[in-house]
């Protein structure tokens, strides 16, 4: 059985991109390793992992961690990066019941390189720990808890056989553990990833205390453009009477702070993501998501279906 899924990810790369395969295949077997090495390249200091790959693969990794970071700097190279999504889009990633198959626009994803959804119906979903959780000393929630997926065939079979610490699940196990994060106040990234033949293939559940993706970007102000925002802003109405419950290590961006003389929270939006934790965590419901064109548009799959079907 094993041998079927390393010949289905061989199979997914065209004859120019083979190259593509051998990096794709240590970093799903060593996943947890892979990040151990982004955190020290970028500056972090992560927990040693009491496992090691063999002296070659650490060496393989941390070249494709090089290779990442190189690449990293511009929206025209970057080989590596996601898509924030609120909590209704991660489910239609992967609850869809049929084929997908879209290259959304640059208004969706403003990056050049890894932009392609290809998605079976009913596709397989692998669910394991947080590689990032696991590497830091005092993880948010335990590393075992499983809240980091991979979405779609051969990547998801593949890491389930492949990685302990990965395991097969069904749609409505997968929506479960998207609904746990969302209600944990954790940032739905859907990334896309040249390895993965330049497409979507993994939902991450993020927070900014454990996070790498989320900490560079508020580290360095977006400087580095791995994520792109979700298409939508937060705004807050009258109903709002300033208690912070939405600002109070819930906006995984800083991005919300309180007027104590107007006693209302106040949203900045050059730091917004809509990523849309704090309008379930506002105990007035006074808070909402809007459509912000600056912030590109969303990763809707049905919106991407249409269009895609009213071009043709």
């Not at 990040?35 to 500056?43: C, E, K, T």
């Not at 993880?139 to 593949?158: E, K, L, Y």
């Not at 395991?167 to 994060?181: G, Q, T």
């Not at 849309?276 to 459509?291: Q, T």
């Amino acid at each position: 059985m094993h041998e079927d899924s390393i010949k289905a990810l061989w199979e997914i790369y065209p004859p120019e991109d083979k190259n593509d395969f051998f990096p794709v295949y240590h970093y799903l077997k060593h996943i947890q390793r892979l990040m151990y090495h982004a955190m020290l390249q970028s500056g972090q200091a992560p927990t040693e992992p009491k496992e090691k790959p063999h002296e070659d693969v650490d060496q393989m990794l941390k070249h494709h961690v090089l290779r990442i970071a190189e690449t990293s700097t511009s929206l025209d190279t970057s080989i590596y990066h996601a898509k924030v999504v609120n909590f209704k889009d991660a489910v239609k990633l992967v609850a869809h019941k049929e084929d997908v198959h879209i290259s959304p626009p640059e208004t969706v994803m403003p990056f050049k390189v890894a932009r392609d959804i290809i998605l079976k119906a009913n596709d397989t979903v692998a669910v394991g720990s947080c590689p990032c959780r696991e590497n830091v000393e005092k993880p948010c929630i335990p590393p075992t808890q499983q809240v980091c997926m991979f979405v779609g065939d051969p990547f998801a079979s593949f890491i389930a056989e492949q990685n302990p610490k990965y395991r097969k699940v069904s749609v409505d196990e997968a929506v479960n553990v998207l609904d746990f994060s969302h209600k944990k106040g954790f940032v739905h990234s859907a990334f896309f990833k040249k390895e993965t033949a330049n497409r979507f293939g993994m939902i991450c559940n993020c927070c900014s205390c454990c996070c790498l993706g989320i900490k560079m970007w508020n580290m360095l102000g977006g400087a580095v453009p791995i994520l792109a925002p979700s298409g939508y802003v937060a705004e807050v109405n009258d109903d709002c009477n300033g208690c912070g419950a939405c600002a109070d290590k819930t906006c995984n961006f800083f991005a919300i702070s309180i007027d104590e003389n107007k006693q209302k929270a106040v949203i900045d939006l050059a730091k917004c993501m809509g990523c849309g934790v704090c309008v379930d965590m506002c105990p007035r419901k006074a808070i909402h998501l809007r459509r912000e064109p600056s912030k590109g548009e969303p990763l809707d799959l049905d919106e991407l279906k249409n269009r895609s079907m009213a071009a043709h």
